[in-house]
């Protein structure tokens, strides 16, 4: 259990860690490469690992540590499997969605599976999708859910509709493998509104940094022309502006001062990079640098915001929110309750322990600032970003207690020793 240190005022510098998203990315696209990828800055967690560990399952020779590994890409041509070789993926969707795809490019029977969790999480959408690319996937428990059994034989070209509201993971999972698919040009075309769209942007920068030419219109069509391979490189992670949201945060619920290192905010293809926008809207000034972001708070007020691109940032901004005059209202996440946790309703009920009032709409919050407040004990649900916005409260309510704190190792192992040093 971990007891949160109140702070008075703030002024401090933190080194964000490589980014998750752009690791998964890049760990599938070496691995699908030919040739040697060395990946700096990598970020070594719980879910990333996952990813690792699954790819070298599959044949993949990858060395290193400490933020630096080598991945001897094989083309796509991963190792066959004897049997039924079960693949387990914890409760890592980005690791589950991105692999399944992938998985399709092997040969041989292989079974994903994952925790409990996992298995309440939708992935029918994307097997839909492979099965009318000539993937024999099914799922063997529960339709639309995990675990999936894929009879692996690779992947063919050809044109896909797939639907886009319930993950933008299921797209870029066909866009990473699509490049190895057989025959003719993988066309993928999203059905109604792509969910999370920055996500799909931050995919095609990674592919076009291992050589792959991908032609779109919007977020609506996509089209791989067929006999491109990845070309291993030197490729670096830059930070992980998900989790720089909660040292900005801590900022602005105090009235200090935190600067970020390795955030580059005038390049990133990180979605979340515009949650900078929000703190300006709510009070905050912020000063950008090339590699750095410094964020000063200031006086709070609530806002309205459509959170759909950058729904990890919600359980930030709702910290954020409890401190704020007036109400913030939430809108456009109902993909939020298929996370690590139902987020909505996880973030409505340990902020409601707490004293906040908190109203949980089907597709979003509404939190009403400025109430008193008191600690507890409060539970993250095993989610790491839960966990880490409570962190955010305890800065300014004593007496919080956040219960198996260690589910940060998903995506930020060292945030606990990082947070103590604010």
Known sequence: MKEIRTRNSIDAAVRIPGSKSITHRALIAASLAEGQSEIKNFLECEDTLLTLRA?????????????????????????PSLGTKEIFLGNSGTSYRLLLSAVALAKGHFLL????RMQERPIGGLVRALSKLGVEASCVAKDGF??????????RGGKV??????SSQYVTSLLLAGLCAEGADMEIEVKGDLS??????????????????VVRDGYGYFRIP??????????????????????????AVTGGTVATNNIMPFTSKQGDIRFLEILEQMGCSVVKGTERVLVHGGSLRGIEADMNSMPDMVPTLAAIALFAAGKTIIRNVSHLRYKESDRLRSIALELGKLGGWIEELPDGLIIHGGRPLSGTV???????RIAMSLAVVGLRVP???VIEEGCVKKSFPLFWECWDRL
């Open 55 to 79: 790819l070298r399952e599959l044949g993949v020779k990858i060395s290193g540590k400490r933020g630096e590994i080598a991945v001897l890409g094989i083309g796509g041509k991963f190792a």
């Open 399 to 401: 007496g919080i207690k």
């Open 113 to 116: 599976t994952g925790t409990p």
């Open 378 to 384: 409060v539970d993250p649900h095993d989610d790491h």
């Open 146 to 155: 995990p675990p999936v059994l894929v009879k692996a034989k690779g992947i």
């Open 226 to 251: 067929a006999g491109q391979k990845y070309k291993a490189c030197e490729f670096f992670v830059e930070g992980d502006v998900s989790n720089a949201s909660y040292f900005w945060a801590a900022a």
């Open 161 to 166: 509709a797939i639907e886009g509201n319930k």
């Open 196 to 213: 999370s769209r920055p996500y799909v942007d931050l995919t095609l920068d990674v592919m076009g940094q291992f050589g792959a030419h």
